[in-house]
C-alpha cells in the first residue's frame, strides 16, 4: 500500500514553463492514499488544482501559511508583518512586480509575494528590520514569519487525516520544500531542484520537472510492492 503524498506544485508537476503536466493529474487521482498539494502559492490555487484533478482538497498553501483539510481551515501565520514590509519597499521606490490586478498577492493571507525581478538584498533587508525572512522558490521571493513553512503545517495536516508526518511522502523542487523533505518520512528532489532541496532530499531522480515527479511515484510504489 502507497504512503501518503505531499507534493509541490511549481517545477514539480508542471512542465519548464509552469504550465501542468496533464500526466500527472490521473496519478494524483488515483493514488491510493491521501494527497496533500503543498505549495507557496495562495490558497485558491492549489484548491483549483485538487478540484480539477479530482481529488480531496487537502492543502498547505503559501509557504506553510495556511492549510485546508476536511473543511477547516488552519493559520500559521498573518500579512500583517508582510504589508508592512510591502509599505516600506514600495516607500523606498521599488514595486511588488505583478501589476495593478496583483492576482499573485490577491488572495493571500499570511505573507508576501514579490517578483524576482526585484532587488533581492533591499527585500531582504526591509523584511529582517520587521522580524520577517525571505525564501527565493525560483518563481518569486516570499516574504514570510521566519517559523513558518511547509514542514511545520504537514503534522496539523497529516493528523486531521489521521497519519504522522513521517508517514508521508514528499517530492519538490525548491528551497521552501527543505523543511516539508525534513518533516515526511521520505522525500524526493526532481532533477531541476536547487541545490538546497537537493541536499535534503532522501532521493534525487534524474528526470526534471513532471518528468521527474512520475519517476518519483514510480520508486514510491516500487517501495510499496
Not at 143 to 167: C, F, H, I, R, S
Not at 185 to 211: C, H, I, L, Q, W
Request: some cysteine.
Amino acid at each position: 500500500m502507497v504512503a501518503p503524498l505531499a507534493v509541490d506544485i511549481d517545477g514539480t508537476l508542471s512542465r519548464e514553463d509552469r504550465s501542468i503536466d496533464s500526466r500527472v493529474m490521473d496519478v494524483l487521482r488515483e493514488w491510493d492514499a491521501p494527497v496533500v498539494i503543498a505549495t507557496g502559492k495562495a490558497l485558491p490555487y492549489p484548491i483549483a488544482l485538487c478540484q480539477f484533478v479530482g481529488i480531496e482538497e487537502c492543502v498547505v498553501a503559501e509557504n506553510g501559511g495556511v492549510a485546508y483539510v476536511d473543511d477547516e481551515l488552519f493559520y500559521f501565520g498573518d500579512r500583517e508583518g508582510a504589508d508592512a514590509v510591502a509599505r516600506e519597499f514600495r516607500a523606498a521606490g521599488y514595486d511588488i512586480g505583478w501589476g495593478e490586478s496583483d492576482l499573485v498577492n490577491r488572495w493571500r493571507e499570511t505573507e508576501l509575494a514579490v517578483s524576482r525581478e526585484q532587488p533581492l538584498d533591499v527585500l531582504t533587508e526591509i523584511a529582517e528590520r520587521h522580524g520577517l525572512s525571505v525564501v527565493d522558490t525560483e518563481f518569486a521571493y516570499h516574504v514570510k514569519e521566519t517559523q513558518m513553512n511547509k514542514g511545520a503545517a504537514l503534522p496539523t495536516v497529516a493528523g486531521e487525516l489521521g497519519y504522522e508526518p513521517t508517514d508521508f511522502v514528499a517530492v519538490g523542487d525548491s528551497a521552501n520544500d527543505v523543511e516539508l523533505f525534513e518533516a515526511a518520512g521520505r522525500s524526493y528532489a526532481v532533477a531541476n531542484a536547487v541545490d538546497a532541496a537537493k541536499a535534503a532530499a532522501d532521493v534525487v531522480v534524474e528526470e526534471t520537472y513532471a518528468d521527474g515527479f512520475l519517476a518519483a511515484v514510480e520508486r514510491i510504489r516500487e517501495r510499496a510492492a
